[in-house]
Nanobody, 114 residues
Framework: VQLVESGGGLVQPGGSLRLSCAASVSIFSIDAMGWYRQAPGNQRELVALSTSGGSSDYADSVKGRFTITRDNAKNTLYLQMNSLKPEDTAVYYC?????????WGQGTQVTVSS
């Protein structure tokens, strides 16, 4: 499974970005997909996770601001990020779990700064 992220960039505090993650296989075959992030000096942390059963989970720090969605026809996962804060600055990684194997994208930088 190959995952290709896009949509990162520089945004001012309070702004919005939408990240995309295109999968090389049908996402119907993927058990769970999500987004992690890693800021300099920090461990990689879960941001949001979407399961094939339709449930979603979010880190407390992004609840109410970020939304994870899937487009099954395009085999693409999205992360809509609103009300961005400087502490959201990180490299964001797309993640997929399929048949007990874990897959990662190459990461996309999100910088929130004025």
């Amino acid at each position: 499974v190959q995952l290709v992220e896009s949509g990162g960039g520089l945004v001012q505090p309070g702004g919005s970005l939408r990240l995309s993650c295109a999968a090389s296989v049908s996402i119907f075959s993927i058990d769970a997909m999500g987004w992690y992030r890693q800021a300099p000096g920090n461990q990689r942390e879960l941001v949001a996770l979407s399961t094939s059963g339709g449930s979603s989970d979010y880190a407390d720090s992004v609840k109410g601001r970020f939304t994870i969605t899937r487009d099954n026809a395009k085999n693409t996962l999205y992360l809509q990020m609103n009300s961005l804060k400087p502490e959201d600055t990180a490299v964001y990684y797309c993640y997929a779990r399929r048949l007990l194997n874990n897959y990662w994208g190459q990461g996309t930088q999100v910088t929130v700064s004025s």
